[in-house]
């Protein structure tokens, strides 16, 4: 299953250059408003240390991570919603995105133009919060109309129209639609919708170099802030991160690293707290011809997490032998873990565990 986030903010917060960071697809960035007009698209790799330690023990012809895909939208403004800046075109863009990516400008630079003249990384977060409900609002008042005569004698229609109700009272009162408690049922009514508030959001502080490893008062402004929302919030440096980025080999970017005191590299961080705002997680087939990582949503079962790989493979499941990754690392190999009767043949209904090194036995 493809994860992909989309990247907003206003303009100059550092989105392209934290784009550029993830995909290395050397968007442009300038210091200009609306200085992406098209939507950059990028395909990163997830980091997992397992698959390295994985790829030591099998040593399989190929190793294939993984993927996020990122799109960074150009600057929002105010009025957004409404046409202003570039709005329309750019909201259109983050429809079809699992998840948002708010980059928040948390440094001071008389250099760097702000197009609202100050730093106040909360106003920004407003100011785009507010944009995303009023474009919401305009999509859910429009269904509103298309079925409230139906919802007088229709059932289905009825339950649409008391979902959409909901929304729009949060929506009107400057709520986003994910603060409105839905059941999967009731979700159901509105996924046509393709609401953007109701989209799981995570906020990323662009920092400058000395607050990396402490933030500063524009963070702790940020997490007050969202606080309620119980949203996370991510701590990076875009600059910085572009120059790790350039560095040609490991051991070059470990010593950057150790220098500024990090163990890894803030789009590292970014990556994996993306993979927790949309509660997925990893599990591992291992052979000689290749070692692959599959992602899925925490609480698939096996047929489920089958399907991933193909379709068919759900439709004839029939079992699935499991190992669990720390036996596999402890044992060496599949026969060990065999041998020693750690590897277990489950059902239907078994629920994939974070790290499982799954065989699928299925029916064509």
């Not at 206003?10 to 960035?29: R, Y």
């Not at 996020?68 to 995105?97: P, Q, Y």
């Not at 701590?235 to 560095?247: F, G, H, K, P, S």
């Not at 890894?264 to 997925?280: F, S």
């Amino acid at each position: 299953m493809a994860l992909k986030c989309g990247i907003v903010g206003l303009p100059n917060v550092g989105k392209s250059t934290l784009f550029n960071c993830l995909s290395n697809a050397k968007a442009q960035a300038a210091n200009f408003p609306f200085c992406t007009i098209e939507p950059n698209l990028g395909v990163i790799t997830v980091p997992d240390d397992r698959l390295a330690k994985l790829e030591s023990l099998v040593k399989p012809e190929r190793v294939v991570p993984t993927t996020v895909e990122i799109v960074d939208i150009a600057g929002l403004v105010k009025g957004a919603s409404k046409g202003e800046g570039l709005g329309n075109k750019f909201l259109a863009n983050i429809r079809e995105t699992n998840a948002i990516l708010h980059v928040l400008r948390c440094f001071d630079d008389p250099n760097v133009v702000h197009v609202d003249g100050s730093v106040h990384p909360v106003r920004d977060k407003e100011i785009i919060d507010t944009e995303l409900q009023l474009k919401d609002l305009e999509t859910v008042e429009a269904k509103i109309k298309r079925v409230e005569k139906l919802a007088k004698t229709d059932k289905d229609a009825k339950k649409a129209f008391d979902v959409l109700t909901l929304l729009k009272t949060a929506l009107d009162q400057g709520k986003s639609a994910r603060t409105v408690q839905l059941s999967e049922e009731e979700k159901i009514h509105i996924e046509d919708c393709h609401l953007l508030t109701v989209k799981p959001v995570m906020y990323v502080c662009n920092v400058d170099v000395e607050s990396v490893n402490t933030g500063n008062k524009y963070v702790d402004a940020v997490k007050k802030a969202v606080e309620q929302e119980g949203a996370e919030v991510i701590v990076i440096t875009a600059q910085m991160e572009a120059e790790i980025a350039a560095l040609e080999t490991y051991e070059e970017r470990q010593l950057f690293l150790a220098d500024i005191g990090l163990q890894e590299p803030g789009v590292n961080k970014l990556i994996k707290a993306a993979y927790r705002l949309l509660d997925l997680q990893t599990y591992f087939t291992a052979g000689v011809k290749e070692v692959r990582a599959w992602t899925i949503t925490r609480g698939m079962t096996a047929p489920q997490a089958a399907a991933v790989i193909h379709t068919d493979f759900e439709k004839g499941f029939i079992k699935a032998e499991v190992i669990k990754y720390k036996d596999f690392i402890d044992l060496g190999s599949e026969s060990a873990c065999r041998d020693a009767g750690k590897l277990s043949i489950e059902g239907k209904e078994y629920v994939v565990s974070d790290g499982d090194l799954m065989h699928f036995r299925f029916n064509v």
